[in-house]
């Protein structure tokens, strides 16, 4: 993976190779951080790379900070300007991933969130597929998703992915392509780093938030886009096992994932085993939106290079 050449750190924007933190960093030792991943997708048609859901990210960034007593300075108005300003430095005219991390700061050994100082830093990368979109072979993982009450699964907590890191080399050990979770309770979750759909006899169908799922951004869009584009309403519901084995499709969905076809799972065929017709049409509605070729959903995306006027506070100065 290409390195930036600007990334934002301790207040100000700087070359990549003096974006350094100590070993003593409170979360690199305890995982005390969180994160987002944001994408922006490069139409050459129109000479414009366009920033996917950017504020979205940005309010759920704020939420999983204060879940874990994070409550850093910068608005979400702040770090969409940030986030624009990083990227037009970089000069990216490719698909592009920006990784905003807020994680404690301090340099001391002491497993707490209290009396600790949250640090902001952002960088952003070239990014292709995360995973292939013809169609994975899947299998359910020996691993349990992280329980709520253990690890709020709702947020994206640095230390909360080695839960996926484990599920993900199982999975990739045992030859397959991605992992589906269980949660505590035996019911389906989500894949290891995105949320799942099923489609059974035309009806849309994903986990309930109530099962130890990320509340994902790219979820929120699917079900919108299969209301809006296919007629369907999605129902939230637990989902058995088993379930997975005689739906007629299965897809993830995440902003790494994008909308990724499932054809395989735990060595039983989905279906006919090809993409099915809910998932293409999907993946296509979907490829135009992010891309900025679909009026309808362009309050989705930001323009970088040519912005359109957004009514955002002047930023202020930082302390270095």
């Given amino acids: 993976m290409n390195k930036p050449r600007f990334v934002y750190f301790r207040g100000e924007f700087v070359p990549f190779e003096q974006a350094k933190v100590s070993v003593m960093t409170h979360g690199l030792n305890y995982g005390t951080g969180c994160f987002e991943g944001i994408r922006a997708y490069w139409n050459p048609q129109k000479s414009e790379l366009f920033i996917l859901e950017m504020r979205a990210h940005f309010e759920r960034l704020k939420k999983s900070a204060h879940m874990l007593y994070m409550d850093f300075s910068e608005s979400v108005d702040e770090l969409c300007r940030l986030a624009l300003e990083l990227v037009k430095k970089n000069d990216y005219r490719e698909n ?170 735990d060595d039983r065929v989905v279906a006919r085993g090809e993409v099915g017709p809910v998932t293409l049409k999907l993946m296509e509605a979907y490829r135009r939106a992010v891309r900025g070729e679909a009026e309808a959903y362009l309050s989705w995306v930001t323009p970088v290079y040519q912005e359109r006027k957004i009514e955002l506070p002047a930023m202020p100065a930082h302390n270095a």
């Fill in 96 to 265: 592009i991933y920006i990784r905003p991390l807020v994680y404690m700061g301090d340099e001391l050994i002491g497993v707490r969130l209290h009396d600790l100082h949250p640090e902001l830093a952002m960088f952003c990368v070239p990014m292709g597929d995360y995973v292939k979109t013809s169609g994975l072979k899947v299998c359910v993982s020996s691993w349990r998703r992280i329980d709520d009450n253990a690890v709020p699964a709702r947020a994206k907590i640095t230390g909360a992915y080695i839960n996926s890191a484990l599920a993900k080399t199982e999975a990739v050990k045992r030859n397959y392509d991605e992992a589906i979770f269980l949660n505590p309770d035996g019911h389906v979750s989500e894949g290891s780093a995105m949320n799942i759909f099923l489609v059974r006899d035309g009806q849309l169908v994903t986990p309930a938030v109530n099962h130890n799922i990320l509340e994902g951004v790219t979820r929120r869009a699917v079900m919108e886009l299969a209301r809006r584009e296919l007629g369907l309403e999605t129902e939230e519901r637990s989902i058995d096992r088993t379930e997975l084995y005689v739906a007629d499709e299965v897809f993830f969905c995440g902003t790494g994932a994008q909308i990724a076809p499932v054809v395989e799972i």
